[in-house]
């Protein structure tokens, strides 16, 4: 099968008592056993639940992986994989990542007891440094957030100790543009809130990997720990699925004629796009990705007040944190979803207070570049006024 076709029909056949072709939103929290231990797979919905096990089995074909575990989050997910930590290991990072998973890092994993070393770069050699036997685990975002940065998933793999894991966050990509597992990852990770599920009504994280081991400590925290999605939420993300592709390749060609006309406009500085034959590892993304996605940041030659006079005149881009929706959504990074870093940590990173995340959506994208030239210019009224 291959993946538009993955994404309908894996684990999805017609139900075999009533021949529903669309799978049925399983409420029930428990399940009649015909004698103790007499199930037929399902015991109570926190170990279990059949429309979650859809969910799982559709998500990891996608992936190419064999199993596949459903969160509550992607923050959940995160947590998830870092219960496999034990005493004396580490974490390398890419310094480049979600707001969110640096807040876990530096106020729940560092004060539990665990080093986590960030890389600066996208090299190859700095990662290597950093990486020593402890290391428990590598983590990676490619594309990152919010600085676009593409990170060499195979070369990073290569630099794996015998007891370290690559972990992938695939959020940004979906399994649509990159599938991490194949080059090496150990675990990948989603916010199913974003591209997976698409339509920003369903907050979800998904993991996923190819080791047994793995797949038994996950699952064993995952009931355990108990941050499992409902029922409801589950069906909502399988139907999201089911559009993936046909969206993401809109996701990505509304991207791009929005980088080519950002290009030109005096008042832009910077683009950040992996699909942009000037980012700096646009080779790498070419050579690991099968496209470059619907995700781009950019500054604007402009004061704060200037941009929010931007912002506020924007029409269809929605000034909203998150991403991966139908809906475009615009953010300004250092004052939302990386709010929680440090000035002095985003000026490290290169998270300015004129950077603008944008996740383009699915509109006509004739109507979003006009929102986007319009809103420049009042803004750019505005600083005439002022001189
Ligand atoms: C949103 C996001 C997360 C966190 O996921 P939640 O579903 O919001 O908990 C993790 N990684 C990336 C790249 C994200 O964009």
Not at 48 to 57: F, I, M, Q, S
Not at 116 to 139: A, G, H, L, M, P
Not at 278 to 303: C, N, R, V, Y
């Amino acid at each position: 099968m291959r993946f538009e076709t993955k994404a309908l029909h894996t684990s999805q056949e017609p139900d075999k008592t009533t021949g529903d072709v669309i799978n049925p939103i399983h409420i029930s929290t428990t399940f009649y056993q015909d004698g103790v231990g007499g199930h037929k797979g399902f015991e109570y919905s926190r170990t279990l639940n059949p429309t979650r096990k859809v969910l799982e089995e559709v998500a990891a074909s996608l992936e190419n992986a064999k199993y596949g575990l459903a969160f509550a989050s992607g923050c959940a997910a995160s947590m998830a994989i870092l219960s496999l930590l034990q005493r004396g290991e580490n974490i390398v990072s890419a310094s480049d990542i979600y707001g969110g998973m640096y807040r876990i890092f530096e106020k729940i994993i560092r004060p539990s007891g665990y080093d986590i070393k960030y890389v600066f770069s996208t090299r190859i050699e700095d990662f290597k440094r950093s990486i020593d036997e402890n290391t428990k685990i590598i983590w990676l975002e490619t594309p990152s957030n919010p600085l676009m940065q593409i990170y060499d998933i195979k070369a990073i793999a290569k630099l794996k100790k015998k007891n370290t894991l690559l972990v992938v966050d695939n959020t940004f990509a979906t399994p649509y543009f990159q599938r991490p597992i194949d080059m090496g990852a150990d675990i990948v990770i989603h916010s199913s809130s974003k591209y997976i599920n698409g339509h920003s009504d369903v907050i979800g994280g998904l993991v996923m990997t190819n080791d047994s081991d793995l797949y038994r400590s996950i699952k064993f925290y995952q009931n355990a720990a108990g941050a499992v999605p409902s029922p409801f939420d589950c069906y909502l993300t399988i139907r999201g699925i089911k559009t993936l592709a046909i969206r993401m390749e809109k996701h990505q060609s509304n991207a791009k004629a929005i980088v080519n006309f950002l290009s030109s406009h005096k008042s832009i500085n910077k683009i950040f796009y992996p699909g942009l034959e000037t980012h700096p590892d646009f080779e790498i993304a070419k050579k690991q990705m099968f496209g470059f996605g619907g995700m781009l940041s950019f500054m604007i030659d402009a004061t704060i007040e200037q941009i929010n006079t931007f912002m506020r005149n924007l029409r269809f881009i929605k000034l909203a944190e998150s991403l991966g929706g139908v809906e475009s959504l615009i953010c300004i990074p250092a004052k939302m979803t990386h709010a929680s870093l440090s000035r002095e940590e985003r000026d490290r990173r290169g998270i300015t207070d004129n950077l603008i995340r944008l996740s383009v959506g699915i509109e006509d994208v004739n109507d979003l570049i006009e929102d986007l030239k319009s809103a420049l210019n009042s803004m750019n009224k505005i600083m005439n006024y002022e001189i």
